[in-house]
């Protein structure tokens, strides 16, 4: 049986003291007991920050991103070790924003990909197609395409110990959800690619759905067959709104 993971993604948002509050709400709610295993993602320089507040409260913390490069000139940048050093056990790999606003290729994600193995991170590699794409009847395609690029670059075994998030970049803040059965659509058919290749890898890989989930709408896309959790944006920038979710595990 896949654990549950409810990972929250805060983008270019917080303040130490914003950050104080909503950690010790997430922390607060989740000692009450949920059913999911839980971590947030925020701006690199706050991860001490999270560090040090989550520290032995059973939540995870990781990244949003990472350089491909183990360290040297790349001004701005982030490692892996860097990370690790942290204490993160995620990193966010290939978020449509990411792909969008810094032209990042899939070629490129499946460095980071492997960068963040090696160093001992779990990826959470995003995937998902634009509103046009999916108009044009190719979504499986594109899932298809920037999913293999990391398969081809890392190994099918590599899958295993990774995450992969269905992101349909039109439901990405847009309070457009896919609708549960469009979901797990997409996400059956990931689960078959991987299958095609490694059935124990397909079985065992999580696959996070995310694009404006909310807590009036999670339980019933978490209720889904291949839906294992979610990739949380905006609604992880409340407590209550964020511990609703992870409740409706
Ligand atoms: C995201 O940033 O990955 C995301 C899913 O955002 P939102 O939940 O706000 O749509």
């Given at each position: ?130 509103l046009t794409e ?81 807590p009036d709408n ?32």
């Open positions: 049986m896949r654990q549950t993971l409810v990972a929250g993604n805060w983008k270019m948002n917080g303040s130490r003291e914003g950050n104080r509050r909503l950690l010790d709400g997430i922390k607060a709610g989740i000692s009450e007991g949920v059913n999911a295993e839980v971590v947030v993602c925020p701006p690199a320089i706050y991860i001490p920050q999270a560090a040090r507040r989550l520290n032995e409260s059973g939540i995870a913390w990781g990244g949003q991103d990472l350089s491909q490069h183990e360290s040297g000139a790349y001004t701005g940048e982030i490692s892996a070790a860097m990370l690790w050093d942290y204490q993160c056990k995620y990193v966010i790999i290939g978020h449509s924003e990411r792909r969008s606003l810094h032209a990042e290729t899939d070629a490129q994600v499946a460095e980071k990909f492997i960068a963040a193995q090696k160093t001992g991170l779990t990826p959470i590699l995003c995937i998902g197609e634009l999916r108009e044009a009847g190719e979504t499986e395609a594109v899932v298809a395409r920037q999913l293999d690029a990391v398969i081809d670059a890392a190994g099918i075994e590599a899958i295993a110990g990774c995450v992969i998030a269905y992101e349909p970049v039109w439901a990405i803040g847009t309070g457009k959800t896919a609708s549960p059965q469009q979901a797990q659509d997409v996400h059956a058919f990931i689960r078959q690619r991987v299958a095609a290749q490694n059935v124990d890898v397909a079985e065992k890989v999580r696959i996070l759905y995310g694009g404006s989930v909310k999670a339980a019933e896309l978490f209720a889904k067959a291949d839906i294992d959790g979610g990739l949380i944006g905006g609604a992880s920038l409340d407590a209550e709104g964020f511990l609703a979710i992870c409740r409706a595990v």
